[in-house]
């Protein structure tokens, strides 16, 4: 590789820097994402623009992850730990006997011991489960009696949490807590004549597991720029990058909700209202079709405000999976001390909030690996879901976790999938020039193990040619069913029940793909679709006149939806940005060829939030096609401005009236 001279004496004073100043982290990263900067620079020599997905149809751009304004105020964050003393308490699973035994690290508590004369270590626990006799079993759990509990001790069979505490008591019994822990228990349940059965079928006509891992708002970009170390691991052979995977919806639900039910935000109200208790439980959830093809399920996500099926909705009134961490993530997100990193909670107790998650997938990697057929799924929102920096103090964390299950031989017999449910939504990423991208574009890694890949080689190959195709959450759907259903041998083979409802023409990403595929075809809105290169007109006469037109649709909204009480209307203020989709030969033709699609970003007075809406504009008639406002994207922060209000969409767009005397927050 090489760097122009200017770069190299910029190395060079770098190099000084690190001497003088001893910060050699800092510059190696600086030095790294010099290094970036040139290898991509190089790879694009000639003006080569180069694209995750390249056809008559759809031209989506790979997209630089070391841009200057996004890499400008990018630094790398440390992880920061949440205790220092060892575990009291430990718990340890029983292959003879298939069950767990606690253990008590008496010695640690020696040091106390010894201050107190003749004292005594006095360690209870009480059982955590979920109460499924309550109208919303999802917001609550319950705790059973306290029982203390000696070294060796055996755990009762059906205990799925607990959480421990350990006392010093000294002679006149006066007790002082020295630790509290939480501790989850992934019990065998399984008939000894099911899992010989299993093992036996294995030999014969192997039935692949299923391990999904997610990362909240991680576009593949950030990925490559935050988690190098991680990009590597999933580049190995084996793994398949969905290159031209895009985002079907604003933000994780709707992203999760078609990967898991086949089933569109929008779609699902012909079904039931998802903020009733039972519709959720209701939906073609994929773990179900796996449950009943005999799998043995998981489901886990931390930070339980936010997650995915709990915020502003009921959950689940069934559980979910055969293993689900919800009630002990409650428990201790009320009982421990929560100390918040990156918006949410980090540490919760003494352990990372990720980390009661990825303790829990080991342990059912653990147990059920080559015992049962196996589908899980762990979530994380802690570290990632506001702050594109996060990742940055996750990555060697994530590495450990990754090689962890590698030993634990889960690539041995799994397909495992490291995704996403859309990229950065607002501040830093977003703002930078390639915010549109890095927000549509997650990242969708899918592993293959060498037995699958060598058994089905037709379906690999297809896996491999759709890497550059256009893809959505649909078609992933349609893969996991895929795999419960090998027989399948091409599109046609599957019969409507096995669709997804809210995507027809989706399909299984292990059979190849349409090459001219547009978005329509992968049931992705115009808003969201990635494949229509643009040009920038911001300086167009015409473009002021869109962007009023958007503002009167705005203030129309208003007084349709009875908010003009609460809301301040808008004026239009500036034009931010406006860029026009370019229209392509085999893609996506409005009726009327004056009509082009703008994105347009735009301020209004007062307050001067900054939107983003994308248009259909008809230079001819010089009339805008009718907006949703819902849909419109709010790019500054709505914190100080909509708290007169509680529906999450009006948010967006509402300037309350009686927050003008309060400043806007940036
Ligand atoms: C762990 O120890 C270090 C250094 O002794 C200290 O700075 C840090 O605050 C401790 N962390 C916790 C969680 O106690
Ligand atoms: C599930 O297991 C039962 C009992 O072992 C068996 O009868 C049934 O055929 C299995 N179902 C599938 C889809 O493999
Ligand atoms: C894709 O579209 C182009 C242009 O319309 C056409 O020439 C080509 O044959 C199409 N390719 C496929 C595989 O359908």
Redesign the pocket.
Known sequence: MQLSTETFESKMKMFQLVIIMNRMFEVLQALFVVICLGFWNKNNAEGNQKYYVNSPACQMPAVNPFTWDTMRGFHRKKMRHCHNDSDMVTSEFDFETHQYRLHIHEHLAKPILKTKGKATIKCEYREISRDNFVKKPDNTYKELRVRTFKNHQIVPKNTNFMITKCYVKDAKNHQQLLQKDAISFIEDRLPKK?VK?FVKQQSVDPKPSVFIMGLDSTSRINLRRAMPSVFKFVSKPGWFEMQGYNKVGDNTFPNLLALLTGDSEEGVKHFCDVKKPGCLDSLNFIWKRFK???YTTAFAEDCQAISTFNYLKPGFIKQPTDYYLRPLLLAIEKQFKVTNDYGYPYCVGRHLSFSYVWDFGQQFIDRFLGRSPMFGMIWSNSFTHDHFEGATALESLFLKYLKSFEESNLFGKSIVILMSDHGHRYNTLRLASTGYYEERMPMMFIYLPLWFRRKYPHLAKNLKTNQNRLSSNYDMYMTLLHLLHLDKKSVADFPDNLKARQCKSCQSLFLELPFNRTCQMAGIQEKWCCCQPTETVTNAHYVEDIAKAIVQQMNDHLISHDLSDLCHDFTLESVEKADRKTILSSGFKPADKDEHVYIISFKTVPKNPLFEATVRWNSRTQKLKYINVEDLSRLSSYKNDANCINQKNAKKYCICKDSLDKPSED
């Open positions: 099911k059965d009943h093809a005999n």
